[in-house]
């Protein structure tokens, strides 16, 4: 993992007590709201429905234990003893209060650890594969990289007053489990014709309310020049992008009016400016990161472990959690778990301040102190014995955290929703919950198999509805709270985004509605084929005439 | 004497702000200073401004492309990019294309809705003189430069990225 050095602490310091100061000024009321509004915002505080909310970084998704017990600390005394992972690799509070979030960054910045530019029109959290270095398919590890470009991106000064948010995502993998094309910037490590790895670089993709795949901006480009054409696309976006309406402010908006070639073309001629300059990347800063992210001291094991194999044979429900959230790991011997943050009846991605220190004391006993946190609301152990599998299911079981559940239907991602948010035009989390609830045979959901259901509050898409293989929106119809459902999303290689179904629901009828649809795909699937692969292959139609067909 | 920012201390304001010239005759209202124009004026009423009895200096607005300022940049002691509102970030970026692209050396100067809490950032891009707005402290805006010892990023005092000195 990173470790601060002391120019990392004393600017982190320096910030705290920047936002000390500016939430003085703004509560003896010498700093007027809307001035002090994008201060708090950069510093990760949102006021929301019912009290602020702070939103914690977790920079590519990496945690170790002794942050995991800062962060149950802070849920403790700050918050009402819970935090919320969002779908970006950040944990949120619900409950501080203004007057002690700068004493809260204080705590935070003990471990390393900060709210910045969580929030507001900047350059926001870094986030990456969960699976990044422990991947058997990774072509290089993107964490370094998400360092590098963390550094560079925080308090960057030319880019703090943006059109709107901007959010960047690496992949490293073969598999992309990152979102990548759905970011305003997606970096993609590729090896090219030569055998050199380097980057391909997309711009202008995202959700919200115009959902875009990125386009290509460079296809491929050496490492060295990684942070070069980052600072040229933003610097385009910062003088271009529009500034007179915030629903068409962010970079896809600006790619699509200029049009693909005009903006590359535009890029390119900052670029050629820069690219040799002082911010061409070192050599040894790549080094220098790649060697916070070497590998831990491995135990060199066998495969087939002979205690594993009894325990699955034993225990038929660790096996069936084994087989959903187990995941193969590159060094022979290990495994990668998953753990499930969506048993039915918790809010998706809610944790308890003792769930947190529970977490930590897992890592340190069985993951080298370290766990990760994926887009999809999920906790990850990436290095585990296969040996100790049986002993962490155990584990996990006696904290009701062992759902096994992982990629099925039931592993809903949704965003708070109208319960907290004061963006949201309806609630999300009782949906998820209801789905759940009428999925609850575990051997049922095992049949249906992977299958992503996103839920999202409102067109912000937080709960990344439009990459679902099932995407539920939620709207507002003459003030009551209706649900759009779309389908054939996709958030990996393939992206696509998904096309609406037909006229919304009523919340209590969404249940039965995502049922219809599992039994069209259920009734024409081939054999092992995935809800994407069946949706494309007979269309939209049957799932339409199934959802909307009149009873008799 | 009007005060403003420059070099990171208090200093005299010499100059006027021209916030709306349509018509170059506005000069002979008010000859005499030494007057920042907008580009506009500047691009295209050139002789009246020769005829002019005082320095002149150009504004640009944020809409505004740098480019338009064309081959006479140098000659020009002193630029102001204005802050039409605080949270307009182009301005940031004119800056640094004025020193990197252009290597402007003379003054930029932040004019409009330039606050305390966005001064350390500006400087970081190439400002060098700040005129706050009108209800800012300015003895306390100074303070903005004691915000942060150092940067991540490169910039007109540090011209090397921490990178590059760790």
Redesign the interface.
Known sequence: MYKY?N?DQ??LA??VS?FRG?TDRFLEGS?AES?FL??RLQNGLYVQRLAPMLRVAIPYGMLSSRQLRKLAYIARHFDKGYGHFSTRQNIQFNWPHLKEVPDILAQLAEVEMHAIQTSG?CIRNTTTDQFAGVAPDELEDSRPYCE?IR??S??????????RKFKIAVCGTAIDQAATQVHDIGVYLIRNDNGVIGFRILAGGGLGRTPIIGKVIFDFVEKKHLLTTLEAIL?VY??EGR?DNKYKARIKILVKETGLEEFKSKVMSEWE??KD???E??NE?IH?CKSFFTDPPYAELSENEPSLKKALQKDLLFAAWNARNVHQHKKTGYSVVTVSLKETGVAPGDVSDKQLEFFADLADQYSFGEVRISHQQNLILADVKQQDLYDVWKSLKSHALHAGNRGLLTDIICCPGGDFCALANAKSIPIAESIQRKFDAPEELTKIGDLSVNISGCMNACGHHHVGNIGILGVDKKGAEFYQISLGGSSKNEASLGKIIGPSFAQDEIPDVIAKIVDVYQQAKSKNEKFLDTYQRIGIEPFKEKVYAKAD | MPKLIKDKALANDYWTWLKEATDPAILKIIPGKNLIVPLKLWRFDQEELLDYPGDISIWVNSHENIEYIGNRIHELPLIGLNFPV?????P???A?QLR??FGYKGEIRAIGDV?R??I???S??GFDAFSPRYDQDIESCLGAFQ?????????VDQ??????R?
């Open positions: 050095d120019y004393q600017m320096e910030r920047q500016q700093l001035e994008p201060l029109n590098i550094q560079w925080t308090f960057h000064p030319e880019f703090a007053y943006l059109p610097r910062n003088r500034r400016k820069i300059s002082v911010i990347l070192t800063e220098r | 605080f949270s307009d970030g182009r940031y970026s004119k640094r990197d692209d606050l809490d966005q350390s950032y500006m970081l891009c915000d942060f010892t150092t940067a991540y990023q490169a910039s011209p090397t990225p921490l990178f590059r760790r």
